[in-house]
């Protein structure tokens, strides 16, 4: 009888064991109506500030989509990239690919701002981040998708992961394939995701040598850049170019049709057609505007679950730039 009662109460015991596994599984998966009730206004609120923000400046969309990208790269999606740096607290701010360029902060913060307003201490920045990302994209013309949410903020940042992780303007092909391997995101997600660069700006130093050095360049192209980036280290270096020639403000595939045409303007964008294993893929978007955007509608939402800070870990921080 003993024996019987020892088994059952092991069995209860594993069962609950069991559960409590089950139920971290759970809190572990972020979903796309997490805040439904808890704040049911959300997505509105952010998509007022991003169709404000980006309204009164195109170029913010790209601003705020490479702010989420930066962020995901770096020990996944929690927000770390908003962190200020103290006198006592190093953040990811200051790092090479962000220092001097990473914008839209303030952004984030107004929209923080209106959100603690009608549902305090509820939403974490890391997704405010995610929504307006997505929300950025659809202002500019590109696809929409169901960003999913429930990730909190984290409490640290590393401007050593920063700098060795995210993915640098002068990499190679093979190297953009490794990076994004890293993260769990394919060679299809990788080329879908620089096609982010059909928005947004770079600064003459990170096309400098591009411009004057290579090779597989429109001499045209390179002719018209180099006006406005001189060629010596240190001259010029912030001014800026838009990375799509076309339309860098509008959210579409012409990105994919000016590598074809050798006028990408980074490095690691003209590698993706040249003659390696992406060439097809290239192609495939240069000439289907809507599987570009389904597979970079896709490609978000993989980047978005990146090592994300779920239930009990990370907080919920009260504003952005600092932790509580």
Not at 102 to 128: H, L, Q, Y
Not at 196 to 216: D, K, L, M, P, W
Not at 229 to 248: H, T
Not at 275 to 288: A, F, K
Request: glycine residues 8%; proline residues 3%.
């Amino acid at each position: 009888m003993a024996s019987n009662q020892f088994v059952s109460i092991l069995v209860l015991v594993l069962t609950l064991l069991l559960q409590g596994d089950n139920n971290n599984v759970v809190k572990a998966q972020l979903t796309t109506n997490f805040y439904s009730t808890s704040c049911p206004n959300l997505l509105s609120t952010v998509k007022s500030g991003v169709k404000s923000a980006v309204s009164s400046q195109p170029r913010m969309g790209a601003s705020i989509l490479r702010l989420f990208f930066h962020d995901c790269f770096v020990n996944g999606c929690d927000g770390s990239i908003l962190l200020d740096d103290t006198s006592s607290f190093t953040g990811e701010q200051n790092a090479g690919p962000n220092r001097n360029s990473a914008r839209g902060f303030t952004v984030i913060d107004n929209i923080k701002s209106a959100v603690e307003k009608a549902c305090p201490g509820v939403v974490s920045c890391a997704d405010i981040l995610a929504i307006a990302a997505r929300d950025s994209v659809v202002q500019l013309g590109g696809p929409n998708w169901n960003v999913k949410v429930g990730r909190r903020d984290a409490k640290t940042a590393s401007q050593a992961a920063a700098n060795s992780n995210i993915p640098a303007p002068n990499m190679s092909l093979s190297q953009l394939i490794s990076s994004f391997s890293a993260v769990g995101l394919s060679t299809r997600d990788m080329v879908a995701l620089s096609g982010a660069h059909t928005i947004g700006q770079s600064r003459c130093v990170n096309f400098r040598a591009r411009v004057y050095n290579e090779t597989n360049i429109n001499a045209a192209f390179a002719t018209l850049r180099q006006r406005s980036c001189p060629r010596a280290a240190g001259s010029g270096d912030a001014n800026l170019a838009p990375l799509d020639i076309n339309s860098a403000t509008s959210f579409d595939n012409s990105y994919f049709k000016n590598l074809m045409a050798q006028r990408g303007l980074l490095h690691s964008d003209q590698v993706l057609f040249n003659g390696g294993s992406t060439d097809s893929i290239v192609r495939g978007y240069s000439n289907s505007p809507s599987s570009f955007n389904s597979d970079f509608a896709s490609a978000m939402i993989k980047m978005g679950d990146i090592s994300p800070l779920t239930g009990s870990s990370g907080e919920i921080r009260k504003v952005c730039g600092k932790t509580n």
